[in-house]
């Protein structure tokens, strides 16, 4: 199995900042990709940041300029670091991993979601 592990979350006060992080475990062969996606009641789940194995990057409109998404692939962590930070940001953001596992195929790869993290900004 796959687990993956967020943390750094919280209440923020508009134009502050905060970093938010994602550890992945278990049952992991490569980690492809890892991104960040934030949901708001009642709406889609959308994408804020992604960074591949190698480093390149992709960001929402809405964030870029602000945030700052990277990963130590050595400890198959991603971070997310927020600035700037505005009430509208307010959402739970989930963690996400492409991956192949030890115990198939290393060419399938699986997605995996994090439990979510909790941001509020307060205006």
């Known amino acids: 199995q796959v687990q993956l592990v967020e943390s750094g979350g919280g209440l923020v006060q508009a134009g502050g900042s905060l970093t938010v992080s994602c550890t992945a475990s278990?049952?992991?062969?490569?980690?492809?990709?890892m991104g960040w996606y934030r949901q708001a009641p009642g709406k889609q789940r959308e994408l804020v940041a992604t960074?591949?194995?190698?480093?390149?990057?992709n960001y929402a409109d809405s964030v870029k300029g602000r945030f700052t998404i990277s990963r130590d692939n050595a400890k198959n962590t991603v971070y997310l670091q927020m600035n700037s930070l505005e009430p509208e940001d307010t959402d739970v953001y989930y963690c996400?991993?492409?991956?192949?596992?030890?115990?198939?195929?290393?060419?399938?790869?699986?997605?995996?979601w994090g439990q979510g993290t909790q941001v509020t900004v307060s205006s």
């Open positions: 278990g049952d992991i062969f490569r980690i492809n990709a």
């Open positions: 996400q991993a492409i991956l192949s596992r030890a115990t198939y195929s290393t060419s399938r790869y699986f997605q995996y």
């Open positions: 960074v591949t194995n190698e480093g390149n990057t």
